[in-house]
């Protein structure tokens, strides 16, 4: 027996969720929280990207884009010897993840060419999977000993995570500028609280001031901002019908806003080889952690010290929920 990769695994899931969990297997009732998607796995995962294709060797090739459906968020990770641009954080790795280029026909050339590729986010999903690309195939000169071409390794880079992220700068603009509706009411209820000098409503002192006739005049100085916030809160009612949705079954106030809540690790330096263990936050500050037949409590700062290096654990397939 050899073993199986956790992500190879998490995409055969998938595969059998989406055909047994479709709209009109699971009732009317439960389709109605798909919205528009086919199936549970496309409506709780699905991330919908927004990919533009610009062909780098001629400006005659009009920019393509496309929209695509995936269930993860990619985190590349490079750092090795040879690298200049070395990956530390997350939030790099994505970046690098959602450029690249690719080789593919351009008409105007008559053959292939070189296209960059950039993708955004179109639509958020419930739940945000993210996937450490720790494992990759490098290649080699076969020789008379060893005629393999290649082998496949694991990048054992430390590569930081944090446990609550905000993924409004992956987006498109059209995704943004929903996002913001409720980040900018955020902000102005509490610019409302405070006053010029930052200081709470509820700690300064009385500011009447007495007009000719001695009846007392109250200086109000959040009146800006509470029509402002009376403004965004109307608008937020709406703000699907009229802007669009950031995802399926997202709160109304979503700002773009995730929590780890789970986490698969992997120890060990070989590909091929090592063990996989889950981390699942039970509440709070409170996790717990499955090895095998052995179960321990844990807490947030352990599941953060999971970003590799050497022979520790290290995550590889995070999931993320919206924030409420």
């Known amino acids: 027996y050899m073993q199986q990769d956790a992500e190879e695994l998490l995409g055969a899931l998938f595969t059998a969720?989406?055909?047994?969990?479709?709209?009109?297997?699971i009732?009317?009732?439960?389709?109605?929280?798909?919205?528009?998607?086919?199936?549970?796995?496309?409506?709780?995962?699905?991330?919908?990207?927004?990919?533009?294709?610009?062909?780098?060797?001629?400006?005659?090739e009009p920019v393509k884009t496309?929209?695509?459906?995936?269930?993860?968020?990619?985190?590349?990770?490079?750092?090795?010897?040879?690298?200049?641009?070395?990956?530390?954080?997350?939030?790099?790795?994505?970046?690098?993840?959602?450029?690249?280029?690719?080789?593919?026909?351009?008409?105007?050339?008559?053959?292939?060419?070189?296209w960059n590729r950039t993708q955004k986010i179109n639509q958020l999903p419930k739940i945000?999977?993210?996937?450490?690309m720790r494992f990759y195939w490098k290649k080699r000169e076969p020789t008379q000993m060893d005629p393999s071409t290649g082998t496949k390794c694991k990048m054992l880079r430390p590569v930081a995570?944090?446990?609550?992220?905000?993924?409004?700068?992956?987006?498109?603009?059209?995704?943004?500028?929903?996002?913001?509706?409720?980040?900018?009411?955020?902000?102005?209820?509490?610019?409302?609280?405070?006053?010029?000098?930052?200081?709470?409503?509820?700690?300064k002192k009385d500011e009447s001031k007495k007009d000719s006739d001695g009846d007392a005049v109250m200086k109000d100085e959040s009146d800006e901002a509470n029509e402002l916030a009376?403004?965004?809160?109307?608008?937020?009612?709406d703000k699907d019908a009229v802007l669009g949705s950031p995802g399926i079954n997202l709160p109304a106030n979503f700002q773009g806003e995730y929590e780890l809540f789970a986490l698969v690790s992997h120890k060990g330096r070989s590909a091929d080889s090592g063990h996989y263990i889950g981390w699942v936050r039970q509440d709070g500050d409170n996790w717990i952690c499955f090895d095998d037949d052995q179960v321990d409590e844990c807490k947030t700062s352990d599941v953060l010290l999971l970003k590799?290096?050497?022979?520790?654990?290290?995550?590889?397939?995070?999931?993320?929920?919206a924030k409420k």
């Not at 945000?128 to 450490?132: F, N, P, S």
């Not at 992220?165 to 409302?192: G, H, N, P, Q």
């Open 27 to 60: 009732g009317n009732d439960c389709g109605k929280i798909l919205g528009d998607r086919d199936n549970a796995v496309d409506a709780i995962f699905g991330i919908e990207f927004e990919q533009e294709d610009k062909c780098q060797e001629t400006d005659a």
């Open 161 to 203: 995570f944090q446990h609550t992220i905000d993924m409004y700068e992956f987006c498109t603009e059209k995704l943004k500028a929903i996002l913001k509706v409720s980040r900018d009411a955020e902000e102005a209820e509490i610019a409302k609280g405070k006053d010029d000098n930052g200081k709470p409503e509820s700690d």
């Open 230 to 237: 009376k403004a965004l809160a109307m608008s937020q009612g």
């Open 17 to 25: 969720l989406k055909n047994s969990l479709k709209k009109d297997v």
């Open 308 to 321: 590799g290096g050497g022979d520790r654990d290290m995550g590889y397939l995070l999931f993320y929920r």
């Open 128 to 132: 945000l999977c993210v996937q450490y």
């Open 66 to 114: 496309t929209t695509s459906l995936d269930y993860k968020l990619r985190v590349n990770i490079d750092g090795g010897s040879s690298s200049t641009d070395k990956v530390d954080h997350m939030f790099q790795g994505m970046h690098k993840a959602l450029k690249g280029q690719i080789e593919k026909n351009a008409p105007s050339l008559n053959r292939n060419a070189i």
